[in-house]
């Protein structure tokens, strides 16, 4: 069992930047891939990008890459998602996911935070 708690979100201007933070309970976060994933109103869950368990791999979605960045401590139990050059439409709500692989994280199952919320403003 997987317990993630993310926090970071907030209010943001357009072209600024934020950082979210997932931290994982449990003594074997370095075998889990990570993910975000986001969720914006009226809108179906969509992948942001994933991280495998050495921190070696990363995944991202075309609409975020070059703006966005995924990266995890394992000592700390943490993955993180820089965003910088933020837009209104990255206004969402952004969830933390893990799994045991990537390909079983991109379709959503695995583990999940309750989310946090990240509001761009134009």
């Known amino acids: 069992q997987v317990q993630l708690r993310e926090s970071g979100g907030g209010l943001v201007q357009a072209g600024g930047s934020l950082r979210l933070s997932c931290a994982a309970s449990?003594?074997?976060?370095?075998?889990?891939?990570m993910g975000w994933f986001r969720q914006a109103p009226g809108k179906e869950r969509e992948f942001v990008a994933a991280?495998?368990?050495?921190?070696?791999?990363?995944y991202y979605a075309d609409s975020v890459k070059g703006r966005f960045t995924i990266s995890r401590d394992n000592a700390k139990n943490t993955v993180y998602l820089q965003m910088n050059s933020l837009k209104p439409e990255d206004t969402a709500v952004y969830y933390c996911?893990?799994?045991?692989?990537?390909?079983?994280?991109?379709?959503?199952?695995?583990?999940w935070g309750q989310g946090t919320q990240v509001t761009v403003s134009s």
């Open positions: 996911a893990g799994a045991h692989t990537i390909p079983v994280l991109t379709t959503g199952r695995g583990y």
């Open positions: 449990g003594r074997t976060f370095s075998s889990y891939a």
């Open positions: 991280v495998s368990g050495s921190g070696g791999s990363t």
